[in-house]
C-alpha cells in the first residue's frame, strides 16, 4: 500500500444565482460560517462566508497518494465543495483551489529557540 500524504485544500468561488430561499437560508447561519469560525479545515469541509453572499471559501484535509500531486488532492476537494453546495442549492461560479501538502512542508523555528 502507498503511503497517503496530508493536504490541506482551501477551494474558492463566488455565489451565483441564488434563489431568495437559498440567501434567506445563508443568511439566517452567517455567524456560524463567518470569520474564524467558517476556517476549520476537515475532510468533511468546512464552509465560510460573509453577510454580502459573494465570495466563499471552503476547507478540506485530504489524504492522498503523493504521486497524484497537488492536483488530484485540488480535484477532490473541488469535487467535494462541488457537491456539498449543489446538495443544499448554493449555486455558484468556477471553483478554484490552493493545496498545501502537510507532509513537505517546512517548519520554521525562530532562532534561539532549541528543538524540545
Request: hydrophobic share 35%.
Amino acid at each position: 500500500m502507498a503511503e497517503q500524504h496530508t493536504y490541506r485544500v482551501i477551494v474558492r468561488g463566488t455565489f451565483d444565482g441564488l434563489t431568495e430561499a437559498a440567501r434567506e437560508r445563508l443568511l439566517a447561519e452567517v455567524a456560524e460560517h463567518e470569520g474564524i469560525a467558517g476556517m476549520r479545515f476537515g475532510p468533511e469541509g468546512s464552509l465560510a462566508y460573509d453577510r454580502a453572499l459573494k465570495h466563499f471559501s471552503m476547507r478540506y484535509v485530504v489524504a492522498s497518494d503523493p504521486a497524484d500531486g497537488d492536483e488530484m488532492a485540488g480535484a477532490l476537494a473541488e469535487e467535494s465543495a462541488g457537491t456539498y453546495l449543489r446538495e443544499r442549492g448554493y449555486g455558484h461560479g468556477e471553483l478554484r483551489s490552493t493545496v498545501t501538502d502537510m507532509d513537505t512542508m517546512k517548519i520554521n523555528r525562530k532562532a534561539g529557540r532549541s528543538a524540545r
